[in-house]
């Protein structure tokens, strides 16, 4: 059973940082695309950055130059996504989200699916 879990966020004030953490249990002996996604109150969930499972990352525009993802595959059954989050502002504000789409083993390889888990999310508040 596949759980994601998060922590690290919290409130600061505009131009602060923090680091977020994603952790991703029981994805078995294939790799997983990581990403963060957040949703403010009264707006759609929105994509911020991740991982894909061959180790690309992407981000949103609006986080571009501020906002680092990185990883910790130490153990294979134990994924870590790190979100550090720089120079934020009141428009980050938001609950972040971690969401973990496995590839799946079939036996011979790795194949991607189209399961997707996600945490219950970390509340980051920027004030002016």
């Known amino acids: 059973q596949v759980q994601v879990a998060e922590s690290g966020g919290g409130a600061v004030q505009a131009g602060g940082s923090m680091k977020l953490s994603c952790v991703v249990s029981?994805?078995?002996?294939?790799?997983?695309?990581i990403s963060w996604y957040r949703q403010a109150p009264g707006k759609e969930r929105e994509f911020v950055s991740g991982i894909d499972a061959y180790g690309i990352a992407d981000y949103a525009d609006s986080v571009l130059g501020r906002f680092l993802v990185s990883q910790d595959n130490a153990k294979k059954t134990l994924r870590t996504l790190y979100l550090e989050v720089n120079l934020l502002k009141p428009e980050d504000t938001a609950m972040y989200y971690c969401?973990?789409?496995?590839?799946?083993?079939?036996?011979?390889?790795?194949?991607?699916?189209?399961?997707?888990?996600w945490g219950q999310g970390t509340q980051v508040t920027v004030s002016s």
């Open positions: 029981g994805s078995g002996q294939c790799s997983s695309s």
């Open positions: 969401k973990a789409s496995p590839l799946r083993w079939d036996g011979i390889l790795c194949q991607p699916s189209t399961d997707n888990y």
